[in-house]
């Protein structure tokens, strides 16, 4: 079951190997930390990070932010031997079929962290586990990425895989709002995006899963929107649940949408308190 969730975006400038000493939009890094804080506030028995990335796959559990793509430096050695040199998806095995658990095939066993020589991830990944690893989280992990082409149901059910197990799983949900919302934005500018910005904000503000679930891919794609398919596993995961919510973040100071939010679903026991 899903005992807590984070949305957070995945900006390199978030990592602090690329800004140095002076942080740039401390505002947001210190939102994303209370997110993280609050997801693992209760002592989850596992940490599911999905995010958006090449193909809809698990990567190794014990991945790390590459660093040295984006022209940064490591701040400890990493060794090459365990650190494949394509950045390759472990397998296709833990693709959700037909009847299958995902986390029952997925979650790495009990005690399993992070280790010394970790492979590289792709980037919205890897800043799920270098926001992990920044809060001193050492327990068992399972990092997925989500394809842009993943399908709304696709996406449904991979959430609701990553649900269908008796293990506390705090669900770390990586994504971007549109990234044309402004001169400084990566993409030209587009008068969809506030609208569509907007839009999802009020999905995520109301625990509106449907709405979530009913955001377009091909608008997302348009407007470069990455976090769609990462947000549509979030409510596969938590459909049913009624979550309360908690915006921590919502601007676009570069052009891009950034959206922080933490979320608590109701157990079954406290619905039926009610």
Not at 27 to 56: F, H, K, S
Not at 77 to 103: A, F, L, N, Q, Y
Not at 162 to 186: E, I, N
Not at 221 to 229: E, K, S
């Amino acid at each position: 079951m899903i005992s807590a969730a984070a949305l957070c975006p995945w900006p390199p400038l978030l990592v602090r190997e690329l800004t140095g000493a002076d942080p740039v939009l401390p505002e947001l890094r210190d939102a994303c930390a209370a997110a993280i804080a609050a997801l693992l506030t209760d002592g989850p028995d596992l940490v599911a990070v999905v995010a958006p990335g090449p193909a809809t796959t698990t990567w190794p559990a014990d991945g790390r932010f590459n660093v040295a793509a984006f022209g940064g430096h490591p701040a400890t050695p990493v060794s090459d031997i365990c650190s494949p040199d394509t950045g390759e998806p472990v397998s296709d095995i833990c693709r959700p079929g037909t009847g299958d658990r995902v986390s029952d095939i997925c979650s790495p066993a009990a005690g399993t962290g992070v280790r010394y020589g970790r492979p590289p991830l792709p980037p919205a990944a890897g800043i799920g586990a270098y926001l992990l690893d920044q809060a001193g989280y050492p327990g068992p992990r399972v990092i997925w990425t989500v394809s842009e082409d993943e399908p709304p149901a696709g996406c449904r059910k991979l959430g609701a895989g990553l649900a269908a197990t008796s293990q506390r799983t705090a669900l770390l949900v990586l994504g971007d709002g549109s990234a044309r919302r402004g001169p400084k934005a990566p993409g030209a500018f587009d008068p969809r995006a506030a609208a569509f910005d907007a839009s999802v904000e009020r999905a995520v503000r109301a625990a509106d899963l449907d709405a979530l679930l009913a955001v377009d891919p091909t608008l997302a794609r348009d407007l470069m929107a990455t976090g769609r398919p990462a947000w549509q596993v979030l409510a596969g995961a938590l459909a049913g649940t009624a979550p309360a919510t908690h915006v921590r973040y919502a601007d676009d100071p570069f052009g891009v949408r950034y959206l922080v939010a933490s979320l608590v679903p109701s157990l079954p026991w406290d619905r039926g308190c009610r």
